[in-house]
C-alpha cells in the first residue's frame, strides 16, 4: 500500500489562505469518506484537525475545514496565524482494512 | 482526562525485540480501535497496525507483519505491541492513538516512546 501524495511545503502569510492536498486512488480515498488530517509540531503529539472528510473535532478552529472530490482530499486553512505554522499528514481507510498516511506537508507561514 | 502514556522503548541490537506498552485512562478502552503510528527521523508518520475493541481483529502494514503483534487487555488499560526481529529501519517514535468505530477520528494520542534500533 502507498503513502498518499501531499506536496512537501506550502506557505502563506498571515491573513491569506492555503490548501493542501492529498492524493490517493480508487482503493482509498475514493472508496471512503474516512479521511483526516493531524497537525504536528516536533516533539508534540500529532493533534487531529478534520476526520470524515470535514468534520471538525470539539476546540479546532473553524478557520481549518477539509474537503474531498474523487480521490484526492483537501484542507484549507484561512486567516493564516504563525501558531498554524506545522506538518500536517492527511490518512485513508484502504479497501485492504489497513490505515495510509501521506508523506506529510510542511507549512510556512511567512 | 483522555490520556495515552507508551513506555518500554530503548536501544535495541538488530535483530532483538522490544515489547511497548500503552496505558489508557480516562475513557473506556473497549470501547476503541487502538492503534501504533511511528514515525522515523526525518520521516512522516507511518501506520502499524491496529486492533479491534475485543481483540478479535488485527491488522499490519506489510512491513509489521510476521514480525510485531499487537495485543490489548481491556482489563488493565493497556495495549501492547510485541516487536521481534527488528531492523535498522525500525528506528522510530511509536504512537499509541485511540479511534472509535466507523469513523477516521484518531482523537488522542501518546506523547511517543523512541525505538532506536542500531548495533
Known amino acids: 500500500q502507498s503513502a498518499l501524495t501531499q506536496p512537501a511545503s506550502v506557505s502563506g502569510s498571515p491573513g491569506q489562505s492555503i490548501t493542501i492536498s492529498c492524493t490517493g486512488t480508487s482503493t482509498d480515498i475514493g472508496a471512503y469518506n474516512y479521511v483526516s488530517w493531524y497537525q504536528h509540531h516536533p516533539g508534540k503529539a500529532p493533534k487531529l484537525v478534520v476526520y470524515d472528510v470535514s468534520y471538525r473535532p470539539s476546540g479546532v478552529s473553524n478557520r481549518i475545514s477539509g474537503s474531498k472530490s474523487g480521490n484526492t482530499a483537501s484542507l484549507t486553512i484561512s486567516g493564516l496565524q504563525a501558531e498554524d505554522e506545522a506538518d500536517y499528514y492527511c490518512s485513508s481507510y484502504t479497501i485492504s482494512r489497513i490505515w495510509v498516511f501521506g508523506g506529510g506537508t510542511k507549512l510556512t507561514v511567512l | 482526562e483522555v490520556q495515552l502514556v507508551e513506555s518500554g522503548g530503548g536501544l535495541v541490537q538488530p535483530g532483538g525485540s522490544l515489547r511497548l506498552s500503552c496505558a489508557a485512562s480516562g475513557f473506556t478502552l473497549s470501547a476503541y480501535w487502538m492503534s501504533w503510528v511511528r514515525q522515523a527521523p526525518g520521516k512522516g508518520l507511518e501506520w502499524v497496525a491496529n486492533i479491534k475493541q475485543d481483540g478479535s481483529e488485527e491488522y499490519y502494514v506489510d512491513s509489521a507483519k510476521g514480525g510485531f503483534t499487537i495485543t490489548r487487555d481491556n482489563a488493565k488499560n493497556s495495549v501492547y505491541l510485541q516487536m521481534n526481529g527488528l531492523r535498522v529501519e525500525d528506528t522510530a517514535v511509536y504512537y499509541c492513538?485511540?479511534?472509535?468505530?466507523?469513523?477516521?477520528?484518531?482523537?488522542?494520542w501518546g506523547q511517543g516512546t523512541l525505538v532506536t534500533v542500531s548495533s
Open positions: 492513538t485511540r479511534r472509535g468505530p466507523g469513523t477516521s477520528k484518531r482523537d488522542s
